[in-house]
């Protein structure tokens, strides 16, 4: 594998990790909005009450999950990439 092509599949695997973190923090406050919400309203969450989590538990929980599959997909990628190719690969003029 040519270091241009890793130094692409490193920098779409760190925006992709990137973009599920924004994502799960979106998420996890729309969770704290939607729980005070139906808390001011007196309404409890259906589902949550048949299987223990809502679904933005579920959606929370998801991309924790992707999160942390990108964070060790970056940590096997990095560990196969020399100090210079990684300093390369963050600093392509070099």
């Known amino acids: 594998m040519s270091l241009s092509e890793r130094q692409r599949i490193l920098a779409e695997t760190i925006a992709a990790r990137d973009k599920a973190e924004s ?14 919400r139906l808390s001011e309203l007196k309404l409890g969450d259906q589902l949550k009450k048949v299987t223990g989590k809502s679904s933005m538990d579920n959606a929370v929980a998801a991309a924790q999950r992707t999160v ?3 964070n ?3 940590d096997d990628f990095k560990r196969d990439l020399s100090q210079e190719d990684l300093a390369m690969a963050y600093d392509p003029k070099q």
Not at 24 to 33: D, M, S, Y
Request: proline share 0%.
């Open 68 to 70: 942390e599959m990108l």
């Open 72 to 74: 060790r997909a970056l």
């Open 23 to 36: 994502l799960l923090a979106a998420l996890t406050e729309a969770r704290q909005v939607s729980d005070k």
